[in-house]
C-alpha cells in the first residue's frame, strides 16, 4: 500500500460527476451532493483537443474547494497533461488522474503527480487495451476504466470493457497491490452490481444521480445494487 492510499479495495465509494450537475448554481450541487451521502466528488476537465468537448479549468476547482470536504478528484481528458497538474493540485485537487493515451512517459507524469503530494490515477479509453496500463498498476492509487468514449455524459454504459476490471482485478490480487479500480461512463442503478461483482469499488456516475430530483435516493440505490456485488464477488472467493 502507497503512503497515499486512503481506503482499501472492498469499499464501495460514490462519486457524483459534476458534468451532469447544473452549472450555474454547481456549489449548491456539490454540497447536496455531499449531503445526499457521496463519497467523493468526480470533476471531469475536457480541452476540446484530446476530446470533443470542453469544460472546466482549475479556477472551478478552486471554487469548489471551500464548498466540500470531500476528495475532489479530478479527471483530466486533455493533452499534454503535465503542463496543468501543478495547477490542478494547487486549486485543491485531492487525486489527478491522466489518460495514458495522452501521456508518453505515464510512469513521469505519476511521478509528479506524487511529488505534488496528491493521489495519482491512470486511465484508459475504451478501444486501449487494458496491457496499456499493465505497467503501471504498481505506481498508482486508482486504475479508470472507461466505460463511454470519453468527452460527454449521458452515453450508453459499454459493457466489453468488463474484460479489463477483471484483469487489473487479477493483477491486484495476484501482485497483493491496493490500487482502487474505478469505472465511468452509463453507470447507474441497473449496472452497478455487476460491475462490483467484475472488481470495481468507485462508481462514477453523473446523469444517473444529477439526473433525479433525489440525489439521496439514487446515491443510496446505487451503493446498495452495489454492495451486494460486492457481498457476491467476496462469497466467490471463499
Ligand atoms: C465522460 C466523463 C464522465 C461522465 C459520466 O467523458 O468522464 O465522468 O460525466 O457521465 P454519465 O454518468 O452521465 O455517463
Ligand atoms: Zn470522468
Redesign the pocket.
Known amino acids: 500500500m502507497s503512503e497515499y492510499d486512503e481506503g482499501v479495495p472492498g469499499t464501495i465509494q460514490i462519486a457524483p460527476?459534476i458534468?451532469?450537475a447544473d452549472f450555474g448554481h454547481l456549489g449548491d450541487e456539490v454540497r447536496a451532493a455531499e449531503a445526499a451521502g457521496a463519497d467523493l466528488i468526480?470533476v471531469?476537465v475536457?480541452d476540446g483537443h484530446f476530446?470533443p468537448n470542453i469544460s472546466l479549468g482549475p479556477v472551478v476547482v478552486e471554487g469548489l474547494r471551500p464548498v466540500t470536504k470531500l476528495e475532489l478528484d479530478v479527471?483530466l481528458?486533455i493533452d499534454s497533461p503535465w503542463d496543468y497538474l501543478e495547477a490542478f493540485a494547487r486549486a485543491g485537487a485531492d487525486s489527478i488522474t491522466v489518460h495514458v493515451e495522452a501521456c508518453p512517459d505515464p510512469a513521469d507524469t505519476i511521478g509528479q503527480i506524487h511529488k505534488l503530494g496528491k493521489r495519482a490515477g491512470i486511465v484508459m479509453s475504451p478501444p486501449t487495451s487494458v496491457d496499456a496500463v499493465e505497467p503501471f498498476v504498481e505506481l498508482v492509487e486508482r486504475v479508470l476504466v472507461?466505460s463511454?468514449h470519453?468527452?460527454?455524459?449521458?452515453?450508453s454504459f459499454l459493457p466489453e470493457v468488463l474484460s479489463k476490471t477483471d484483469a487489473l482485478s487479477r493483477w491486484r490480487k495476484e501482485r497483493s497491490l491496493s490500487f482502487d479500480i474505478q469505472i465511468?461512463?452509463?453507470?447507474k442503478e441497473a449496472n452497478s452490481r455487476e460491475v462490483v461483482e467484475k472488481g470495481v469499488e468507485t462508481l462514477?456516475?453523473?446523469?444517473?444521480i444529477f439526473?433525479g430530483d433525489d440525489y439521496g435516493q439514487r446515491i443510496s440505490a446505487m451503493r446498495a445494487a452495489a454492495e451486494s456485488g460486492l457481498a457476491a464477488r467476496d462469497e466467490r472467493a471463499v
Not at 470519453?150 to 452515453?155: I, L, R, S, V, Y
Not at 465511468?184 to 453507470?187: A, K, L, M, N, Y
Open positions: 460527476s458534468l451532469a468526480h471531469d475536457m476530446v479527471h481528458m472507461m463511454v470519453p468527452g460527454f455524459g449521458g452515453q465511468d461512463g452509463g453507470i462514477v456516475a453523473g446523469s444517473a439526473g
